[in-house]
Each structure stands twice: as structure tokens, then as C-alpha cells.
């Protein structure tokens, strides 16, 4: 089974920073794309930001220049950084992974989710 720790959430005022580690953990064959989404209340989910095994990153337009994602494949685990959050940028924060794991001689890819953090910018 594979997990997914988030942690780093919390208040902040609007121009403040928030950095969120995710760890990824169980028992992984290898990991490809990696990412963070979020949900406002009322909302549909959508992506943050993405990179994937080799690096190479994806934004949504609303959050480059101030968020940066970053990786360590070593370690299984991706980071979001976030400077000058808005309060546009309030919600729950989600970690996502795409794993693939070892069933016996059988490599089975999916789709892994964190249990979300709440980031909360004030104006």
C-alpha cells in the first residue's frame, strides 16, 4: 500500500509564504508525476503544479512566479513553496503522486492522494 504525509498548512496574511512538504511512502516500484492540487469550498478540484521524474514543471497560470515545486526522487518526496499567497489561494491543499508498485511479479500503476492541508490567506 502506498501513503501520502502532507503537512505545512496554515494562516497566513496576504503576501505571506507557506511552504508544504509531502512525503511518499509503502511499498513503491517507482513514482512518475508528482504534484499539488487544491479545492475551494464550492469548488471543483484543479491542479496547482506538477513535475514529473525528470523535472520538468507545469504551473497554473495564476500561481507562477510565486509558487515553485520541487522534488528529491531519493527521498519520495515534493514541495510546494508559496510566496505572496492571496487570499484567492485559499484551500485545502491536496498532494498527488503517480505510483507504481510491486504485486508480486505484477507492476500495477495509480493514482495516490494525501489526506489535504488547509492554507488560509487573509486580506
Known amino acids: 500500500q502506498v501513503q501520502l504525509g502532507e503537512s505545512g498548512g496554515g494562516l497566513v496574511q496576504a503576501g505571506g509564504t507557506l511552504r508544504l512538504p509531502c512525503s511518499v511512502s509503502?511499498?513503491?516500484?517507482?513514482?512518475?508525476?508528482m504534484g499539488w492540487y487544491r479545492q475551494a469550498p464550492g469548488k471543483r478540484r484543479e491542479s496547482v503544479a506538477t513535475?514529473?521524474?525528470?523535472?520538468?514543471?507545469n504551473y497554473r497560470e495564476s500561481v507562477k512566479g510565486r509558487f515553485t515545486i520541487s522534488r528529491d526522487n531519493a527521498k519520495n518526496t515534493v514541495s510546494l513553496q508559496m510566496n505572496s499567497l492571496q487570499p484567492e489561494d485559499t484551500a485545502v491543499y491536496y498532494c498527488?503522486?503517480?505510483?507504481?508498485?510491486?504485486?508480486?511479479?505484477?507492476?500495477?500503476?495509480?493514482?495516490?492522494w494525501g489526506q489535504g492541508t488547509q492554507v488560509t490567506a487573509s486580506s
Open positions: 498527488y503522486a503517480d505510483v507504481t508498485t510491486a504485486q508480486g511479479s505484477t507492476l500495477i500503476r495509480g493514482d495516490y
Open positions: 513535475i514529473t521524474s525528470n523535472g520538468v514543471t
Open positions: 509503502g511499498s513503491i516500484f517507482s513514482i512518475s508525476t
